[in-house]
């Protein structure tokens, strides 16, 4: 089993609040709340940013597996 550091939470923490974004976006836009034009610029961002630190958590555990041997 792979030890998450301190980093790795913080990288998995900042994933789970741009997954939660991408669902509050499809919810007001869903009821009206935000403009399409709005809605897809969230979208990008929220997709772009979780992909960011996915990335940044998947080389960490790449990290600390390779620590272990």
Do not use: P
Not at 14 to 31: E, P, S
Not at 38 to 52: P, R, Y
Request: aromatic share 12%.
């Amino acid at each position: 089993m792979i030890e998450l550091t301190r980093r790795s939470k913080l990288y998995f923490v900042a994933v789970m609040v741009f997954t939660i974004l991408l669902m509050i976006t499809a919810v007001q836009t869903h009821t009206g709340v935000m403009s399409i034009y709005d809605a897809c610029w969230q979208i990008v961002v929220s997709v772009l940013g979780s992909l960011w630190f996915w990335n940044l958590l998947r080389i960490e555990m790449t990290r600390s597996a390779r620590r272990r041997k």
